[in-house]
């Protein structure tokens, strides 16, 4: 058991500057198991900790690790340029933890990001050589052709690449629509896919990343959740 001063552990979960956590425990605003602690330097074991403060509870998260239904019109930088970041959408406690996305998605592409603090998750889940799948749905402007399919699971040769890359399934699901799965993340993949492929893009979603659905996780556009353990193992391990 390593016990931590419970400023150090409202600071760690992104309440504030260590100064201002000590502010609020002072002025008697942080109880643990119901009872008020004032008293800042105060020892605890973080692990499966819960605290109140200003009568909400928290639970001690040594890391974050978030799913959300990302809304088009936003951008998945820090620093957005045209568009809010996707971080407006989470709570500031969570990006004061320095959370980041995992990976991107265009700003005008929608559906299943993965968030994170934790360094070695996020590598583990954008690394090209964990081959992670990931799950597009996608609106073309032209008919979709069984000779779109072909190509696409052939592959297709994208400007400044190597070699071809292929989908690792693709699947046609209406005239004008198709489900599409690749394991890497070059920058505008689908989009470029699908125009090399002879069609245009004009809607793109993004639906599964390993065994991980967004029809699983329930989310509406612009909603999140904490994962669990379980559904982390749907992802390619850490
Ligand atoms: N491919 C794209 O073209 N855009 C995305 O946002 C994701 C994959």
Redesign the pocket.
């Known amino acids: 058991m390593k016990t931590i001063s419970l400023d150090r552990i409202l600071q760690s979960q992104g309440i504030g500057s260590r100064k201002t956590c000590r502010a609020i425990i002072a002025d008697g605003l942080v109880s643990i198991g119901g009872h008020l602690v004032d008293n800042w330097s105060a020892e605890f074991d973080p692990a499966g900790l819960y605290f109140s403060l200003d009568d909400q509870d928290f639970e001690y998260l040594e890391h974050l690790y978030l799913a959300m239904n990302k809304p088009t019109g936003y951008e998945c930088s820090r620093k957005p340029v045209h568009h809010p970041s996707v971080l407006s959408l989470l709570p500031e406690r969570f990006v004061n933890r320095d959370i980041q996305p995992v990976?991107?998605?265009?700003?005008?592409?929608g559906g299943l990001l993965l968030l994170s603090d934790d360094g070695q998750f996020i590598h583990a889940q954008s690394s090209p050589k964990k081959h992670q799948a990931?799950t597009?749905r996608v609106g073309v402007d032209r008919p979709v052709e069984p000779a779109l399919l072909a190509l696409l699971l052939a592959g297709v040769q994208l400007l400044d690449e190597p070699g071809p890359l292929r989908a690792l399934e693709c699947v046609q699901t209406g005239s004008h629509s198709l489900e599409l799965s690749?394991d890497q993340?070059?920058?505008?993949?689908?989009?470029?896919?699908?125009a090399a492929a002879g069609n245009h893009?004009t809607a793109?979603a993004?639906d599964a990343i390993g065994g991980l659905t967004l029809a699983a996780l329930g989310l509406a556009p612009g909603e999140w959740c904490l994962l669990s353990a379980a559904q982390r193992q749907l992802l390619v391990p850490v």
């Not at 993340?185 to 689908?190: L, T």
């Open positions: 990976g991107r998605l265009d700003q005008d592409t990931k597009y690749i993340g070059k920058y505008h993949q689908v989009r470029r896919m699908i893009c793109l993004r």
